[in-house]
């Protein structure tokens, strides 16, 4: 049974930077897509971005294209998103994410605990 641990977060001025760590165990790592999504207060569960088994393709919501990076370090069964140029409208909680199907992106069903990232003004 795959289990998933987030890390990072916190508190941050806007234009700062943070990073969200996610380890995975209980299965082949590398075998799986992994996603970020996030939930702002009061609103709906969104996409944040994903990224491939093998980590050579991702994907990103057009509100964080050019400011986070999604990437994994299969070696350490550990997904990362990389979060610069932050802004207010980035506070939410961050989950990690993973299928469980191998080597498709996308049906993400299986969830970390989240983490709480908040942007001050």
């Known amino acids: 049974q795959v289990h998933l641990v987030q890390s990072g977060g916190g508190l941050v001025q806007a234009g700062g930077s943070l990073r969200l760590s996610c380890a995975a165990s209980?299965?082949?790592?590398?075998?799986?897509?992994m996603g970020w999504f996030r939930q702002p207060p009061g609103k709906e569960r969104e996409f944040v971005a994903d990224i491939t088994w093998t980590g050579v393709s991702n994907n990103y919501a057009d509100s964080v294209k050019g400011r986070f990076t999604i990437s994994r370090d299969n070696a350490k069964n550990t997904l990362y998103l990389q979060m610069n140029s932050l802004k207010p409208d980035d506070t939410a909680v961050y989950y990690c994410?993973?299928?469980?199907?191998?080597?498709?992106?996308?049906?993400?069903?299986?969830w970390g605990q989240g983490t709480q990232v908040t942007v001050s003004s």
């Open positions: 994410a993973t299928t469980g199907v191998t080597y498709q992106l996308g049906g993400y069903d299986i």
């Open positions: 209980g299965r082949t790592f590398s075998s799986y897509a």
